[in-house]
């Protein structure tokens, strides 16, 4: 009949996004038929949208912001090295915590379509090149990320992911925050974020090993085993990976889904 339904506006300087939808019928029984679930998520994906401006400062205050904010940046991204996997730096050779340099794919959105948040493990292959096939040791990746270029391919840098327990809390919120920013074009989608991530690195793990015969013991087969195994143990779903019921970690729902 010609009304008006759902009215969205984009975020502006100092306010975020906003849909207003007056059809509340959509939510009001078994919400998740004839696609309203979708239609809620892909909202939800739109407002979790990360704004950049800020309200306007005086010359002095936004100086102490930015000091401040830069300050709690630091903080913010402290990892736990504690449990993280150490091996040789391919570049120096030294012993210590590695890490995986990492590049946007070349569209952002490719991991945010409905096929692929309903098929996160389908998108191994269309995300191969997004992670490196280099062992780097966690302080020369971030030297590397401030030159903003991958020494081997000459590509350039997005981020690097560290090899770090994801069972310390503060750990896991910096990893996911690199993973959807690398896979999910800065979308707050953690579980198929996650999700892209580790079927892109069991690809790359299969692909070494035919690659390198049958020598498990290779650092960066050694490596990639390592980061899945951060991912199956601590990132949780539900059992049958639906959106509904208690989660547990994806190793666990895997095991009693399959």
Known sequence: DDNLLVVARPA???FGPLIVDGAFTKLFCQWNDVGSARFVRNCACWLSTILDGEDSLSPEDEKEAKKSKEEGAKNKNKLELHDSFRGECT????ETTLSLLAKQPGDPDTNTSDFSLDNPCAMARANRHVLSSQ???LETAQLLLQQG???F???PIAAIIPAVSLADRDNFRVVAEIVNNVFMGG???TLPGFMVYL?????????AAMAGGADEDSSFRRLLAYMMDQVLDNVKTTPDFSEFGVKVPIMEAATSFF
């Open 153 to 155: 391919t000459r590509q």
């Open 187 to 189: 979308r707050r989608l």
């Open 135 to 137: 062992a780097l040791g």
């Open 91 to 94: 570049l120096t050779y030294e």
């Open 199 to 207: 079927a892109t690195m069991d690809d790359m793990h299969c692909s």
């Open 12 to 14: 502006s300087k100092g």
């Open 149 to 151: 270029q991958d020494p």
